[in-house]
């Protein structure tokens, strides 16, 4: 007891006036705080992560033998060196020298050694680097490979102030005229332990056009990559070319375009296995202030907008090479601007409204080439992911004769075209449909004007040729003629309901039949069978969505028996498109849909899936899942 007693109050004395740290043996004492938290724990913080260790003992008494050992290699390091050697613990690095040992290790920026390092005018807070010179190469690399986490600001201070980087260069160029490949190794390491400050002064200098191609050619020099031909400066000063499409009239916008460029082919290419998760985000966070200032720079400047309207909408015959270049040029302003905050989207997006880009859009969706509609509809699904609305009012506020957007996005996602557009025109169908995103009269003008001028070319690939509009037949359209005397006589509407009935006995008659017909010859071809699939999934959105519009559309004409015709397809996808749709009408427990697919005998298409695929698992799920939605 009078040990433990003995050791707390030692603990306590040497907590207050020193600090320690233990490693491996030999032991070496560091400028850490250490303490015994119990009377068999030591507890300790270790200077570069800032993380807490602790260690356990079994016994007391061994706790109390390595702490008394710690002790003593204390009182031994404090005698020999002084008060002023513990003073200069931390200390600096003398010209053309590498640092005392008393600092916490080679690089000599590990921290102060005592209560006179640990103020911010101790000793240990000068840091000297060595001259930059070829023979004290080995030692700049020893120094800054190995800086803790608290001191880079300081070193990255030192660096600009000295102007360190412009005499690096210089030296690289003498090393590599030498061919001496160890002071190549040792440049790749200074300029890595350079880039790991995280210290935007220091990427402003890095990235300089007069220091970027000497700095990326000492990264060339990587010692675990010697054996492979690293060649990052051919490519940047033959492959890859900065071309402005048009103009900035800000040279500052000039400046940050290409300093992104090299800080993305910094992090991505020259060095993505060598840094650390905090040099990744300090060049990440870089970027993102650039591309702050980019958009907002951009967005105050009207002559951009009216020269990028002019390279969008040029004249007759069009140069497709420049208009693709325009439409990149938006794309990658769009995708920029995803990451940006609420604030710079609705400016950029608002110049982008103001000055008729989506008329251009549209034509571009409207051209043969795939690189043009690709590219049009990648900018149309970046504004519809930050405003749908946007979109809407200019489509509401277009004629509906004159009307190009919706058509051409209805043509892309409807034809047999199998460039690969599709998907991303649902997106944008998706979300400019989507209910939940419309308010007060936006929401009935809008969906009104699709259902009444657009929905039945939605449903084409899948339903031939329908009758467009939701309200109830009333015994005139074509799908009633088809059905004879019958049909027409069914035509009347009784108390509102729609009248599914007028094309419901000749699709009863020839259901079972047509569930067994051989697929058109055109469905071998991956366009159709892609537009088909993504018009099910249209449809079931639409289901899920609308409610009275897209109900009395599908009774009308029929659209679901068309639909499960799919269900006998070879195409197994396409097949569970169509069950899905099928699964979704059930799904609503409405009284009308119950109806009619009863009338039409909708379950034989699925029954007969059943039976004729009984090792298809996936479709068996899935007309499992109709079956008993």
């Given at each position: 007891?009078?040990?433990?007693?003995?050791l707390?109050?030692?603990?306590?004395?040497l907590?207050?006036?020193?600090?320690f740290?233990?490693?491996?043996?030999?032991?070496?004492?560091?400028?850490?705080?250490?303490?015994?938290?119990?009377?068999?724990?030591?507890s300790?913080?270790?200077?570069?992560?800032?993380?807490?260790y602790?260690?356990?003992?079994?016994?007391?008494?061994?706790?109390?033998?390595?702490?008394?050992?710690?002790?003593?290699?204390?009182?031994?390091?404090?005698?020999?060196?002084?008060?002023?050697?513990?003073?200069?613990?931390?200390g600096?690095?003398?010209?053309?020298?590498?640092?005392?040992?008393?600092?916490?290790?080679?690089s000599?920026?590990?921290?102060?050694?005592?209560?006179?390092?640990?103020?911010?005018?101790?000793?240990?807070?000068?840091?000297?680097?060595?001259?930059?010179?070829?023979?004290?190469?080995?030692?700049?690399?020893?120094?800054?490979?190995?800086?803790?986490?608290?001191?880079?600001?300081?070193?990255?201070?030192?660096?600009?102030?000295?102007?360190?980087?412009?005499?690096?260069?210089?030296?690289?160029?003498?090393?590599?005229?030498?061919?001496?490949?160890?002071?190549?190794?040792?440049l790749?390491?200074?300029?890595?332990?350079?880039?790991?400050?995280?210290?935007?002064?220091?990427?402003?200098?890095?990235?300089?056009?007069?220091?970027?191609?000497?700095?990326?050619?000492?990264?060339?020099?990587?010692?675990?990559?010697?054996?492979?031909?690293?060649?990052?400066?051919?490519?940047?000063?033959?492959?890859?070319?900065?071309?402005?499409?048009?103009?900035?009239?800000?040279?500052?916008?000039?400046?940050?375009?290409?300093?992104?460029?090299?800080?993305?082919?910094?992090?991505?290419?020259?060095?993505?296995?060598a840094?650390?998760?905090?040099?990744?985000?300090?060049?990440?966070?870089?970027?993102?202030y650039?591309?702050?200032?980019?958009?907002?720079?951009?967005?105050?400047?009207?002559?951009?907008?009216?020269?990028?309207?002019?390279?969008?909408?040029?004249?007759?015959?069009?140069?497709?090479?420049?208009?693709?270049?325009?439409?990149?040029?938006?794309?990658?302003?769009?995708?920029?601007?995803?990451?940006?905050?609420?604030?710079?989207?609705?400016?950029?997006?608002?110049?982008?409204?103001?000055?008729?880009?989506?008329d251009?859009?549209?034509?571009?969706?409207?051209r043969?080439?795939?690189?043009l509609?690709?590219?049009?509809?990648?900018?149309?699904?970046?504004?519809?992911?930050?405003?749908?609305?946007?979109?809407?009012?200019?489509?509401?506020?277009?004629?509906?004769?004159?009307?190009?957007?919706?058509?051409?996005?209805?043509?892309?996602?409807?034809?047999?075209?199998?460039?690969?557009?599709?998907?991303?025109?649902?997106e944008?169908l998706?979300?400019?449909?989507?209910?939940?995103?419309?308010e007060?009269?936006?929401?009935?003008?809008?969906?009104?004007?699709?259902?009444?001028?657009?929905?039945?070319?939605?449903?084409?690939?899948?339903?031939?040729?329908?009758?467009p509009?939701?309200?109830?037949?009333?015994?005139?359209?074509?799908a009633?003629?088809?059905?004879?005397?019958?049909?027409?006589?069914?035509?009347?509407?009784?108390?509102?309901?729609?009248?599914?009935?007028?094309?419901?006995?000749?699709?009863?008659?020839?259901?079972?039949?047509?569930?067994?017909?051989?697929?058109?010859?055109?469905?071998?071809?991956?366009?159709?069978?892609s537009?088909?699939?993504?018009?099910?999934?249209?449809?079931?959105?639409?289901?899920?969505?609308?409610?009275?519009?897209?109900?009395?559309?599908?009774?009308?004409?029929?659209?679901?028996?068309?639909?499960?015709?799919?269900?006998?397809?070879?195409?197994?996808?396409?097949?569970?498109?169509?069950?899905?749709?099928?699964?979704?009408?059930?799904?609503?427990?409405?009284?009308?849909?119950?109806?009619?697919?009863i009338?039409?005998?909708?379950f034989?298409?699925?029954?007969?899936?059943?039976?004729?695929?009984?090792?298809?698992?996936?479709?068996?799920m899935?007309?499992?899942?109709?079956?008993?939605?």
């Open positions: 007891m009078r040990r433990s007693h003995s707390r109050a030692r603990l306590k004395r907590s207050c006036c020193d600090s740290c233990m490693r491996n043996s030999p032991l070496t004492i560091l400028p850490v705080p250490c303490a015994a938290s119990a009377d068999t724990i030591l300790w913080q270790e200077p570069e992560t800032g993380v807490d602790a260690l356990s003992f079994q016994e007391p008494d061994g706790c109390t033998e390595v702490w008394e050992q710690i002790c003593a290699i204390q009182e031994q390091r404090n005698a020999t060196e002084g008060p002023a050697g513990n003073a200069d613990g931390g600096g690095v003398t010209e053309g020298a590498p640092m005392s040992a008393g600092g916490g290790g080679p000599g920026v590990g921290g102060g050694g005592g209560p006179s390092g640990e103020g911010p005018s101790g000793a240990a807070d000068q840091i000297v680097l060595p001259a930059c010179e070829l023979r004290n190469l080995p030692s700049i690399a020893e120094l800054l490979s190995e800086v803790p986490l608290m001191r880079r600001a300081k070193v990255a201070e030192v660096i600009l102030q000295r102007e360190y980087i412009p005499q690096l260069v210089d030296l690289f160029s003498t090393a590599e005229d030498l061919e001496s490949a160890d002071d190549l190794n040792h790749f390491t200074i300029f890595k332990g350079v880039v790991m400050l995280n210290n935007s002064g220091v990427y402003e200098v890095l990235l300089r056009e007069d220091m970027l191609m000497g700095v990326i050619g000492a990264l060339e020099y990587d010692p675990e990559l010697r054996c492979h031909g690293v060649r990052h400066r051919v490519f940047l000063r033959d492959v890859a070319q900065f071309r402005e499409v048009v103009p900035f009239s800000d040279p500052v916008v000039v400046k940050k375009v290409k300093q992104n460029f090299h800080l993305g082919f910094l992090k991505d290419v020259v060095l993505p296995r840094l650390d998760d905090n040099t990744f985000a300090a060049l990440n966070q870089l970027q993102f650039n591309n702050v200032n980019i958009i907002s720079s951009l967005s105050n400047d009207a002559k951009f907008f009216e020269e990028l309207k002019l390279k969008l909408q040029p004249p007759e015959p069009v140069d497709t090479d420049d208009l693709l270049l325009a439409l990149r040029l938006v794309q990658e302003l769009c995708s920029v601007t995803k990451t940006l905050q609420l604030y710079h989207r609705a400016a950029f997006y608002r110049k982008v409204v103001d000055f008729g880009v989506f251009a859009l549209a034509a571009a969706i409207e043969p080439e795939a690189a509609r690709l590219a049009a509809i990648d900018v149309l699904l970046a504004s519809t992911l930050h405003d749908p609305s946007l979109l809407r009012h200019h489509v509401l506020q277009q004629l509906p004769a004159e009307g190009r957007m919706l058509p051409a996005l209805l043509k892309v996602l409807t034809s047999g075209d199998s460039s690969g557009e599709k998907p991303q025109v649902m944008v998706r979300a400019l449909l989507d209910p939940e995103t419309m007060g009269r936006e929401q009935d003008d809008f969906l009104n004007q699709f259902y009444e001028k657009h929905v039945h070319e939605l449903a084409q690939p899948v339903a031939g040729s329908v009758q509009g939701t309200g109830p037949m009333n015994g005139t359209s074509s009633v003629k088809s059905g004879g005397s019958e049909g027409a006589a069914d035509g009347a509407v009784a108390d509102g309901e729609p009248s599914y009935r007028s094309c419901g006995s000749s699709a009863a008659a020839g259901s079972s039949s047509d569930a067994s017909k051989p697929a058109p010859s055109d469905d071998g071809l991956d366009g159709v069978l537009a088909r699939q993504y018009v099910c999934e249209l449809l079931c959105f639409c289901v899920a969505k609308h409610s009275y519009r897209i109900k009395y559309f599908i009774l009308r004409n029929n659209i679901l028996s068309k639909v499960l015709k799919l269900a006998s397809h070879r195409d197994k996808c396409l097949v569970l498109a169509a069950l899905r749709f099928f699964r979704q009408c059930v799904g609503l427990k409405d009284e009308f849909y119950n109806r009619y697919i009338k039409n005998r909708c034989e298409p699925v029954i007969a899936q059943l039976q004729a695929l009984p090792r298809a698992v996936v479709a068996d899935g007309c499992g899942d109709a079956r008993l939605a």
